[in-house]
């Protein structure tokens, strides 16, 4: 069974950093994969954040470019984002996403098939 656990979030002022980590384990032999961060929003489709694919190529969001920066542990199956200078607009539930078939940083959220539950990230003065 393929489990995908996002840890880290929380609430800071504008201005600040957090820091997310997703672990993705029992892929059983498949993969590495691509794994991202998407984050909710107001729409039904989640906006991609960061992606990093196993050559450690990444893509961002325009909106997080030059803010956010995404790393992965390969070995480990660890995914961590450093997001700074957060903004009110930051505020959301951000998503780890993961799948072994993929070899781009793609932010497309259907071609993810393995998703943590998400962690709320709150940037408020």
């Known amino acids: 069974e393929v489990k995908v656990t996002e840890s880290g979030g929380g609430s800071v002022q504008p201005g600040g950093s957090l820091m997310l980590s997703c672990v993705v384990s029992g892929y059983d032999g498949r993969g590495p994969g691509s794994m991202a961060w998407f984050r909710q929003g107001s729409e039904k489709t989640r906006e991609g954040v960061a992606a990093v694919d196993s050559d450690g190529s990444a893509a961002y969001g325009d909106s997080v470019k030059g803010r956010f920066t995404v790393t992965r542990d390969i070995a480990k199956g660890i995914l961590t984002l450093e997001m700074r200078n957060l903004k009110p607009g930051d505020t959301d539930m951000y998503y780890c996403?993961?799948?072994?078939?993929?070899?781009?940083?793609?932010?497309?959220?259907?071609?993810?098939?393995?998703w943590g539950t998400g962690i709320q990230v709150t940037v408020s003065s």
């Open positions: 996403a993961a799948d072994p078939g993929l070899y781009r940083p793609v932010l497309v959220p259907r071609l993810y098939d393995y």
